[in-house]
């Protein structure tokens, strides 16, 4: 095997979303001082999802953190489409709430689809809704997704260029790969590489794996690249966060990414850690969104 560890760089999600959100603070607490109010973001969790509740927990920590106001709704796990899309509206129509997410996934019996279009797109700070992903494909400035827009703001801060490179996306998720892959690909600052976007029907990954500069991988399986998969310094981005059995950890499992890190590591320049990678970014741009929900409602 050929290491080179010398040259590898971890991409330390953790410690960069504290300084994000230092510095959102610090914006903050310039607006309070100037006598306005602080933004406002709410969240809605439905039903009882554990991963979820950790998710939405981070998110309304973070806000803490920044000094915005936070607010969540639970929902039953039984709660109708119907009754789901009510508390949208109820948040759509109050003054005081600047943005707002539904924690996903949903229970089975809701459609994901009815449940983003309720959504007031200046709200949406997800970026889910057609009207902010039309805009974020065409390139007019809207809320991003947050774990793309996370990505972006680790690829910024550590000076990664992504222009004339190849980048391969590993799923195509509405939330991460396919977004992402518009975002690579845009005629954008972090867009302009050469962009494949596969999935479960791509024939030969590896092959296609094999050529990238960048990875990013958002499949949601457990050490799924493996080292021979990967080219010798690469730039790997792993968005997976999966829950193995650990009988050492006091919880009983532990949280792995899709890339197999302790191999990968070896043979790439930069690879983002789980945890700690882009989970944390992806939390701190979500407030980012918040605040620029607030600022355009200002304007
Ligand atoms: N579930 C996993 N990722 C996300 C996200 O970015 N937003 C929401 N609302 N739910 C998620």
């Known amino acids: 095997?050929?290491?080179?560890?010398?040259?590898?760089?971890?991409l330390d999600g953790k410690t960069l979303s504290v300084t994000l959100q230092r510095e959102m603070a610090e914006e903050v607490d310039q607006w309070l001082e100037a006598g306005k109010r602080a933004p406002h973001l709410a969240a809605i969790l439905v039903g009882n999802n554990p991963a979820s509740k950790v998710y939405v927990g981070h998110k309304?920590?973070?806000?803490?953190?920044?000094?915005?106001?936070?607010?969540?709704?639970?929902?039953?796990?039984?709660?109708?489409?119907?009754?789901?899309?009510?508390?949208?509206?109820?948040?759509?129509?109050?003054?005081?709430?600047?943005?707002?997410?539904?924690?996903?996934?949903?229970?089975?019996?809701?459609?994901?689809?009815?449940?983003?279009?309720?959504?007031?797109?200046?709200?949406?700070?997800?970026?889910?809704?057609?009207?902010?992903?039309?805009?974020?494909?065409l390139g007019i400035d809207t809320f991003i997704p947050a774990t793309p827009y996370g990505i972006l703001l680790m690829l910024e801060r550590y000076r990664i260029t992504t222009s004339g490179k190849k980048?391969?996306?590993?799923?195509?998720?509405?939330?991460v790969g396919t977004p992402m892959s518009i975002l690579l690909s845009r005629n954008a600052p972090f867009g302009n590489a050469t962009v494949t976007l596969t999935h479960s029907r791509t024939k030969d990954l590896r092959s296609q794996?094999?050529?990238?500069d960048i990875i990013i991988a958002a499949i949601g399986r457990e050490r799924f690249i493996t080292?021979?998969?990967?080219?010798?310094?690469?730039?790997?981005?792993?968005?997976?966060?999966?829950?193995?059995?650990?009988?050492?950890?006091?919880?009983?499992?532990?949280?792995?990414?899709?890339?197999?890190?302790?191999?990968?590591?070896?043979?790439?320049?930069?690879?983002?850690?789980?945890?700690?990678?882009?989970?944390?970014?992806?939390?701190?741009?979500?407030?980012?969104?918040?605040?620029?929900?607030?600022?355009?409602?200002?304007?």
Request: a negative charge; proline letters at 6%; hydrophobic letters at 40%.
């Open 167 to 175: 980048a391969v996306v590993v799923g195509r998720s509405n939330i």
């Open 1 to 10: 095997m050929l290491t080179n560890p010398s040259t590898m760089q971890i």
């Open 60 to 137: 309304i920590k973070a806000c803490e953190r920044v000094g915005i106001q936070s607010s969540l709704v639970d929902a039953e796990e039984d709660i109708t489409q119907e009754a789901l899309i009510e508390k949208i509206q109820a948040l759509n129509a109050d003054p005081s709430i600047d943005g707002f997410i539904i924690q996903l996934p949903l229970p089975r019996h809701i459609d994901p689809e009815q449940v983003i279009l309720a959504v007031d797109p200046d709200k949406d700070v997800d970026g889910f809704h057609p009207a902010n992903m039309g805009k974020m494909a």
């Open 209 to 212: 794996l094999l050529q990238a």
């Open 227 to 299: 080292e021979d998969m990967v080219k010798e310094d690469a730039i790997i981005i792993d968005v997976g966060i999966n829950r193995i059995v650990d009988e050492t950890r006091k919880s009983g499992y532990r949280l792995v990414g899709d890339v197999d890190f302790e191999n990968v590591s070896e043979k790439c320049s930069f690879i983002t850690p789980v945890p700690g990678g882009v989970g944390p970014l992806t939390v701190a741009a979500l407030i980012k969104n918040t605040l620029k929900a607030y600022k355009n409602k200002l304007d």
